[in-house]
């Protein structure tokens, strides 16, 4: 059984201000702003296919993810290949949707293509692919959580601040909503609703800052409160 000692009853004269405030800017993120971008991922893999954009793409990803050691994608890249070149249009119906989504989801390959290191042998070429991307770029740049989770190979400024009222999904949401709750009423009752809002903020920008000289080069996405609800626990645990 979890005990929270509390500093005082729990009234209206000291609601956790700064608690239910955070609880709602989680919550309005995840609901209103990244829950949608499973539509968006959904036109994406339409604007994908519609381009054609896979023949240009897939034999560089699939040597790609076979320098990488990823063989199940790198056969399901083969078979697409194979399945195209006989003509056989089940291929793309198949495999290019998903493989697509798989393939946006891998900056590090993405900014290859975009330094022509794994795409396009000449200039006219290059254009071409630019020309087709275009669109497909265009619906992939509203996808909320690409744009605001902190990826430390690009570290913009404005993540430091956002990837921390963002998640990765319900589970994860749930999870860290449970603890800023129990833990920030714990807080918020002993020091105060700015105190608590301060120490929040600077427990989310301060994983990230001792986290980045260890990850500068990563393109892995990093998004969660979980850095910033740890200030808040050792907060407590020092109380």
Do not use: C
């Not at 399901?76 to 070149?85: K, M, P, R, T």
Request: without cysteine; hydrophobic residues 50%.
């Amino acid at each position: 059984m979890l005990i929270v000692p509390l500093a005082q009853k729990p009234t209206w004269a000291t609601l956790p201000v700064a608690t239910l405030f955070l609880l709602f800017i989680n919550l309005f993120v995840f609901l209103f702003l990244q829950i949608p971008d499973g539509k968006i991922e959904n036109s994406f893999q339409e604007a994908y296919v519609r381009v054609n954009l896979a023949p240009m793409e897939f034999p560089q990803f699939r040597r790609w993810v076979e320098d990488k050691g990823d063989k199940r994608l790198a056969q399901y890249l083969q078979a697409f290949e194979e399945e195209n070149s006989a003509g056989n249009d089940g291929g793309t119906v198949r495999f290019t949707g998903a493989i697509a989504l798989r393939l946006q989801s891998d900056r590090e390959f993405l900014a290859q293509l975009e330094r022509r290191q794994r795409i396009a042998l000449s200039e006219e070429a290059f254009a071409k692919w630019r020309e087709a991307r275009a669109p497909v770029d265009a619906v992939w740049r509203k996808n909320f959580t690409e744009n605001y989770m902190f990826v430390p190979a690009r570290a913009e400024p404005i993540t430091f601040l956002t990837h921390m009222f963002m998640h990765a999904g319900f589970g994860h949401l749930l999870g860290n909503m449970v603890m800023l709750v129990l833990i920030g009423l714990l807080v918020e009752q002993a020091i105060g609703a700015w105190p608590t809002l301060v120490l929040y903020l600077l427990g989310g920008f301060g994983s990230l800052v001792f986290e980045l000289p260890f990850h500068s080069g990563a393109w892995i996405g990093s998004l969660g409160a979980s850095g910033a609800i740890a200030a808040l626990m050792g907060a407590a645990a020092a109380l």
